[in-house]
């Protein structure tokens, strides 16, 4: 029994070498990385990937670029302008700037014409009111309407103020009648300070009142009368066919001499 067993491993075991002898040995094959193909692309087999890296040629095609435009991008012809667009908000004041560089000095100009001499050394005027006048302000402006003299037209009829343009030494007289039982309260005004006053109590009878003074002025001062108003009524009296309001003015004594 022994023995027909030994026959039989010996068998196999020369078996085992024919087999091993006559058949080819199988290499160990090593997993490499292969590139999937895409949707449009054909695969590729491993020799030849084998081959492409060995010749360092691709294996597949290289896609092709086909450039594209973009409409949307391309720039068009200028178009109209629209309508004006309402202003925004005022914004902040800006800091003040720097003052800027002094210009040069301009030409000098031509000679003016030469006053009148006449003009230079004399003022006068006498101007009356044929219309009556009641106070209806706190203050009021007395004008006149009637020119007696008016050299020069220094006196503005339109404002009722004597302007000076001649500096020096005036003399003012101011002549009114006053209405029965009303209050008689007027100013002599030099620009917006009241220097004179005329003023004459409520009676049962008009009467005559003046006023009269002397100032200096320069030029560019004015002269005018003014209706001061308190709780009794005030008023002052005058006639279409007799005229009872006078102003005068003349110049005494000129600055320039």
């Given at each position: 029994m022994s023995a027909l067993l030994l026959m039989l491993l010996v068998s196999i075991v020369n078996v085992g070498a024919l087999l091993e002898k006559g058949s080819p040995r199988r290499e160990v094959r090593r997993l490499s990385c292969v590139r999937c193909c895409g949707p449009s692309e054909q695969p590729v087999s491993a020799s030849s990937l084998r081959y492409a890296r060995m010749s360092n040629e691709p294996a597949y095609s290289v896609p092709k670029v086909r450039p594209t435009i973009d409409i949307t991008i391309l720039k068009g012809e200028k178009g109209e302008m629209g309508d004006r667009g309402n202003p925004g908000a005022v914004g902040k004041e800006g800091a003040r700037g720097l003052r800027g560089y002094n210009g040069q000095k301009g030409?000098?100009?031509q000679s003016g014409p030469s006053g009148h001499s006449c003009k230079q050394l004399y003022a006068a005027f006498s101007v009356g009111r044929r219309k009556p006048l009641h106070s209806s302000d706190y203050f009021?402006?007395?004008?006149?309407?009637?020119?007696?003299v008016n050299l020069y037209k220094h006196f503005n009829m339109f404002t009722g103020k004597f302007f000076c343009y001649v500096p020096g030494i005036y003399y003012f007289n101011l002549n009114v009648h006053t209405w029965n039982f009303k209050e008689t309260y007027?100013?002599?005004?030099k620009n917006d300070n009241e220097?004179?006053?005329l003023y004459a109590q409520p009676s049962d009878r008009s009467i005559m009142q003046s006023q009269s003074l002397m100032l200096e002025l320069q030029e560019g001062d004015e002269v005018w009368v003014r209706m001061f108003k308190r709780e009794r009524e005030n008023a002052i009296y005058s006639e279409e066919s007799d005229i009872y309001i006078i102003l005068n003015g003349h110049l005494i004594k000129p600055a320039i001499e």
């Open positions: 030409q000098k100009g009021e402006h007395v004008t006149f309407d009637t020119e007696f007027l100013h002599l005004m220097v004179a006053i």
